[in-house]
């Protein structure tokens, strides 16, 4: 460990008050509890647990000043204790922290939430610490449309080389994150998890409207005079769809079922909209027309 005056930021002769207030400073921005995915702090935050443990015992402090142990409280010559955990103390490093000033309990309390202890980085109690996990692997997964939809599982590649089948929650959309427990770094207290986060590619015909999907379908004249039955893509593969007769451009018809599956179970609608397709020379259609003569106010409602 470095020197432990340095690593609390404080000077040599600062008083037992300066040098609790450095530590209370430190341990609050440096706690394992608020740095889970950051090692570093953790390593950080147990540097400075054993500079304040050191300086805040007045025996230990005055033969770290003199020059007989190290930083670690090991002896720093021949004779010394020896043993231990902390090998210049013979209590070791499983008999608590604090000497003659060490109150950790002091320290933390209203540190975090009231606690001097418990919880997963409390350890002042006598339990000690776990150590922290590695850091999480962030992974993009691009999903087509159709998948999404239907909750197709999705194959992912991770970053030791294996894979893994997911299943798509329901609601998917750009930008939903899913964890993988576990499929992180490793670490010395476990794997961190993989933070998997989605995109959903566009479709040439197909729009997502909230949980439903929008299909504009184009029909001939025929089939929108007459009526028809037609083929009709959906996201589960092609229906077939009965036009009724004198269906007009914009008529908006409804597939119950084939839109997107929805967080709170079932499936959205596929919405059909009909537009109805004219050829663009065609000379009997043009003569059908001249024969028939259509005296409908058809824009009467636009005050035209």
């Known amino acids: 460990m470095a020197d432990p005056y340095s690593t609390l930021g404080v000077a040599k002769g600062a008083s037992d008050a300066e040098i609790k207030s450095a530590y209370r400073k430190l341990a609050k921005e440096l706690h394992p509890d608020r740095n889970k995915d950051n090692p570093k702090a953790a390593e950080k935050f147990s540097d400075a647990t054993k500079a304040y443990d050191l300086l805040s015992d007045k025996t230990k402090r005055a033969q770290f000043d003199r020059g007989e142990i190290d930083a670690d409280g090991n002896p720093a010559m021949p004779f010394g204790y020896g043993g231990g955990g902390f090998r210049g103390d013979p209590r070791g490093a499983q008999g608590g922290f604090g000497g003659d000033g060490a109150d950790f309990a002091d320290i933390f309390e209203g540190l975090f939430g009231g606690r001097a202890g418990g919880g997963p980085f409390g350890g002042f109690g006598g339990r000690q610490a776990p150590p922290p996990k590695g850091a999480n692997v962030a992974y993009r997964l691009s999903v087509s449309f159709i998948d999404a939809a239907t909750q197709a599982p999705q ?21 939903t994150q899913m964890r993988l427990a576990g499929k992180g770094q490793p670490g010395p207290g476990g794997n961190g998890d993989g933070i998997v986060t989605i995109t959903v590619k566009d479709h040439p015909f197909f729009e997502r409207d909230g949980a439903n999907i929008r299909l504009d379908l184009p029909v001939t004249l025929t089939e929108a005079v007459k009526g028809a039955k037609v083929k009709v893509p959906t996201v589960d593969g092609p229906v077939m769809l009965s036009i009724p007769a004198g269906s007009t451009s914009g008529k908006v018809m409804r597939l119950k079922g084939k839109g997107f599956s929805q967080k709170g179970g079932g499936r959205g609608d596929q919405l059909v909209r009909l537009m109805v397709d004219l050829p663009g020379d065609d000379a009997d259609l043009a003569k059908l027309v001249d024969a028939w003569s259509d005296k409908r106010a058809v824009r009467a409602d636009l005050g035209v």
């Open 155 to 175: 194959r992912i590649t991770l970053a030791d080389g294996g894979t893994i089948d997911l299943k798509l929650p329901a609601g998917v959309e750009t930008g």
